[in-house]
Nanobody, 128 residues
Framework: QVQLVESGGGLAQAGGSLRLSCAAS????????MGWFRQAPGKEREFQAA???????????YYADSVKGRFTISRDNAKNTVYLHMNSLKPEDTAVYYC??????????????????WGQGTQVTVSS
């Protein structure tokens, strides 16, 4: 019903930047709240950022404490695409990053089980 395709992962040096993209299809983008999660080897999938309209259609962005001030989520509704701008990268940011989608109004934004649709993930590797 909803297909998500991530891109933009790769190799960066510590202190560098990457921009991840997630293109959505199969559903009106305005009906979706979008989130980014990451999963490092041997660890649970971890919330990074979310973009939502809430119930008022006002735009909100939410971030995990560990990435506040470094990562920025944005969305381009005309392109049905959500982005994760990652700055000041650290080696501990190394993980597979997943894009996820939930219907508008789904809460809470930081829970894995809030999201019904997931991309296949894109690898981000940060060298020291």
């Amino acid at each position: 019903q909803v297909q998500l395709v991530e891109s933009g992962g790769g190799l960066a040096q510590a202190g560098g930047s990457l921009r991840l993209s997630c293109a959505a299809s199969g559903r009106a983008f305005s009906n979706l709240n979008m989130g980014w999660f990451r999963q490092a080897p041997g660890k649970e999938r971890e919330f990074q950022a979310a973009s939502s309209w809430s119930g008022t259609n006002a735009y909100y962005a939410y971030y995990a404490d560990s990435v506040k001030g470094r990562f920025t989520i944005s969305r381009d509704n005309a392109k049905n695409t959500v982005y994760l701008h990652m700055n000041s990268l650290k080696p501990e940011d190394t993980a597979v990053y997943y894009c996820a989608a939930a219907m508008v109004g789904s809460r809470p934004y930081y829970r894995v089980d809030t999201y019904e649709y997931w991309g296949q993930g894109t690898q981000v590797t940060v060298s020291s």
